[in-house]
């Protein structure tokens, strides 16, 4: 038998598949990569746990909640028509404002025909025989499919916290990654938010005007930043509209995709006055300008990070009325930016309100979460509701929650164990068939801007493997080492994979989270974009494909 009547053969004798390709998740990631998958001509079938599109904006409807990317550059770029015919708002939209606009784009594609809501994925595992993917719903339905597309998102995977008796209390409570749908009367409330992130910041600050009284548990403070937002005026949109090819352009320029990058300078080569002008002015400019236009060692060189550290605890003092309560919201275990930036609109006044207290729970930690409300070494509180601000389980959490197994029946879950290793952040050598948008070890930053670009870079692959008539791709065990390595090594110097936060891996809230790893790509994303576009320019000959 010829070796095309041998494939002929096997392929007679595989079960018929019910897709081409299984996307897991409807948020930006997952809508976009149907929409291009769909122009190959593909059966594409998306599935989604919430019952709607939006992902990241369909879950957390917490008061506050925008993003800090200006809202112009948050956007799908894909569509000249799109960009035409919707008008933001605000510099910075709301999580309100960003759902519309998901809803918009899933109703001007048609989509949802290919979305099946309200159905969460429990298992995906790769039969070797057949070449393809079994993916299982927790219904216990089951789909066969060639290519597995995981859409799920690197803070999808809320954490409550480690306390005794959450489920206890006998008021109102939940996280604000699940916030519930149904309006939530907070209005002469006495309320506690425990966490004060970039979740537990937002929230703070919106809700503190309407509740009878507000308590912030605080662990660990951040440094924050003023976010000066405001509405886009006409004039304004009609320059933003006639401006988009530079705004893109800008971002596929940038070092992580936002519409600043860093300045050319170090610290101190400039003078004292100098320096002290540039953090003020970047203190007064809107967005992430002061995190990522700042010098361009202020996140490699720690007395470089001081200036900038040291200019951002005065602020907090000028702008907290109480000293004692001015120095707990100044971090004193890492420096400024060293972790993800919160933005903030008057935070920090909101300490100087009658009805909100700190609570600073290094010093009196939370024993237990009782009927009536919270208990801390020093005593006890009562609340009509409790928010938990406790963030996520970060980059792999959501991988964590589904049991995926590769060739040989080889766990994910148990290949990460000591810290995710892939293959230019998309694949993962044992796993074939199966791609990651926004998985560990690729260029995040302006999420939407990385998304776009591994989206296309995996259809790019997937055109090249249907075009070939390959039905088996897969990365190889020196590609995936030679990139964890080349990730690893660029996180060395930089000041934030010496702290503990998600950024790093770590989660106390998560049971065998406490080891710091290299959970991201650290390296510049247009270098991140110079290596993928190598790989694709020569026909994918690193991969291994039949």
Known sequence: ?????????????????????????????????????????????????????????????????????ESYSYGYSFSKELLEEWNWSEHFAGQPETLRYLNHVADKFDLRRDIQFRSRISAAIYAEDTRSWEVTLEDGSRLHTRFLITAIGPLSTPTMPRIKGVDMFQGQ????????????????????????????????????????????????????????????????????????PEIFKRCQETFACFLHTPDPRGAFEVSDEEREAFYETLYSERGFGIW????????????????????????????????????????????????????????????????????????????????????????????????????????????????????????????????????????????????MLMGPHTALGNIPRSIEYSVDWVTGLIRFARESNFTRMEATPAGVASWTDHVKALGVGLLSNEVNSWMTGINSNVEGKQTRIIARYSGSAPAYRERCDEVAAKRYQELAMA
């Not at 018929?16 to 948020?27: R, V």
């Not at 951002?312 to 001015?326: E, H, L």
Request: aromatic share 10%; net charge positive.
């Open 1 to 69: 038998m010829t070796a095309s009547q041998q494939t002929s053969a096997r392929n007679d004798a595989k079960p018929a598949l019910d897709y081409d390709a299984i996307i897991i998740g409807a948020g930006m990631s997952g809508m976009y990569q149907l929409y291009r998958l769909r122009e190959l001509g593909m059966r594409v079938r998306v599935f989604e746990a919430g019952t709607g599109v939006g992902g990241t904006w369909y879950w957390n409807r917490y008061p506050g909640a925008r993003f800090d990317s």
């Open 173 to 244: 409570s939940f996280h604000t990654a699940r916030w519930p749908h149904d309006a939530v009367d907070l209005a002469g409330k006495r309320v506690a938010v425990i966490g004060t992130g970039a979740t537990g910041v937002q929230t703070i600050q919106t809700i503190a005007g309407s509740v009878g009284h507000l308590t912030v548990f605080q662990r660990t403070p951040n440094w924050c930043a003023p976010l000066h937002n405001s509405k886009i005026d006409a004039e304004t949109q009609k320059k933003i509209k006639a401006g988009y």
């Open 292 to 435: 990522q236009g700042n010098f361009r060692d202020i996140l490699i060189d720690r007395q470089a990070n001081a200036t900038i550290s040291d200019f951002v605890a005065r602020k907090i003092r000028q702008r907290v009325k109480n000293p004692d309560v001015a120095e707990k919201l100044i971090p004193k275990n890492h420096g400024f930016g060293t972790r993800r930036l919160p933005l903030e609109t008057f935070y920090y006044e909101v300490y100087n309100q009658d009805n909100v207290e700190l609570v600073d729970i290094s010093e009196t930690p939370i024993e237990r979460i009782t009927p009536k409300g919270i208990e801390t070494s020093a005593g006890k509180y009562e609340f009509d509701i409790i928010i938990y601000a406790t963030g996520f389980d970060a980059i792999t959490g959501s991988f964590d929650k589904i049991d995926f197994r590769g060739a040989g029946d080889v766990r994910l879950k148990d290949k990460w164990k000591g810290g995710p290793q892939t293959y230019l952040g998309i694949m993962v050598d044992g796993f074939p068939n199966m791609m």
